[in-house]
C-alpha cells in the first residue's frame, strides 16, 4: 500500500459517528521517523500500550479523558514521573502526526 493512501486510512471518514478498531500499522511512518531502532520499538511499543488499554478505538474517537484515564492508570502503577511523562509525550507526538498525515 503507498504512504498516500496509508495518510488517507488515517483521517475519518465525513458523517460517520462510530469507527473500527484502529489498526498501530497505519501509524508505520510515525515509527520509522526516527534513526534510532531503539526509538522505534519505544515509540511501537507505548503506542500499543495506549492504544490496548483504549481497546484500539480510532483515534478520531479518543478524547482528553481516555489520555487522563491512562495517565492515572500509569501513575497507579506507580510508574515514574519520567516515564509518565515520556509515554504522555510520544501520544501527543502520534497525535500531533495524525493531525497533519
Avoid: C
Amino acid at each position: 500500500m503507498n504512504e498516500k493512501l496509508e495518510r488517507k486510512l488515517i483521517v475519518p471518514p465525513q458523517n460517520v459517528t462510530m469507527f473500527e478498531k484502529f489498526n498501530l500499522k497505519t501509524i508505520t511512518p510515525f515509527f520509522e521517523r526516527s534513526v534510532s531502532e531503539e526509538t522505534r520499538r519505544a515509540y511501537r511499543r507505548i503506542s500499543k500500550e495506549f492504544f490496548t488499554f483504549l481497546h484500539f478505538k480510532h483515534p478520531a474517537e479518543i478524547n482528553h479523558a481516555d489520555v487522563q484515564r491512562w495517565r492515572d492508570l500509569l501513575i497507579s502503577l506507580k510508574k515514574s514521573d519520567a516515564t509518565v511523562r515520556l509515554k504522555l509525550s510520544v501520544i501527543r507526538s502520534m497525535f500531533d502526526y495524525l493531525k497533519i498525515a
